[in-house]
């Protein structure tokens, strides 16, 4: 139980261009999801919190314009980074907690390369 | 500024020797507290979570809370090379809030 899926696991793109990553709940619903983005040999820091039907919140420092984020339902959340550049390339990861479980669980990750 | 800090390592036991990774955090509010491993190039998975001071076990893991000492410790006997990660330290202000910090993580290497 307590699956999180993202997709895609890997993407590269133009500079300029804009990518969008999915994070689905499989099997259970998720009022709030939260977005992280990890660089090489840091630790995750959080970008926002997603929730289903109303506006996320940013964390400060995090360009709302440029990463936007949509949780049209309580199982889907998506990130689009919008006129990617170089400097966004890392590791963008998705959590959820399932209410019936203690702790949150991940995504498998989409490491984005920008070119 | 709340702060979770984590010796980064590199981290080395040998294979079926005891693994010991520390944690502190500078918010003396801080609830819940958790560690996730993460292999290089997969997101991190939980491991093991306490909220109440002293020992929690499960398997060879075990999770040590000091609130007073704002200290939290993760345990692993009988280390296997396929414990060699990075493990992440996280710390949970309330019981419903949903603001996790991450410490930088401690990378450990167990040597066959």
């Known amino acids: 139980g307590a699956v999180v899926s993202q997709h895609p696991s890997w993407v590269i793109c133009k500079s300029g261009t804009s990518v969008k990553i999915e994070c689905r709940s499989l099997d259970f619903q998720a009022t709030t999801m939260f977005w992280y983005r990890q660089f090489p040999k840091q630790s995750l820091m959080l970008m926002a919190t997603?929730?289903?039907?109303?506006?996320?919140?940013?964390e400060q420092g995090v360009e709302k314009d440029k990463f936007l984020i949509n949780h049209a339902s309580l199982t889907l959340s998506t990130l689009t980074v919008t006129s990617a550049h170089p400097e966004d390339s890392s590791f963008y990861i998705c959590s959820a907690r399932d209410p019936n479980r203690y702790g949150y669980t991940f995504g498998s990750g989409t490491r984005l390369t920008v070119v | 500024q709340k702060e979770v800090e984590q010796n980064s390592g590199p981290l080395s036991v040998p294979e079926g020797a005891i693994a010991s990774l520390n944690c502190t955090y500078s918010?003396?509010?801080?609830?819940?507290f958790f560690w996730y491993r993460q292999y290089s190039g997969k997101s991190p998975e939980l491991i093991m979570f306490?909220?109440?001071?002293g020992d929690k076990e499960d398997g060879r893991f075990t999770a040590q809370l000091n609130k007073a000492s704002q200290y939290v410790s993760l345990l692993i006997r009988d280390s296997q090379p396929s414990d060699s990660a990075t493990y992440l330290c996280a710390v949970k202000e309330s019981f419903t809030g949903n603001q996790f910090y991450f410490g930088t993580g401690t990378s450990l290497t167990v040597i066959p």
């Open positions: 306490i909220y109440s001071n």
């Open positions: 997603s929730n289903e039907g109303s506006k996320a919140t940013y």
């Open positions: 918010d003396r509010g801080s609830q819940s």
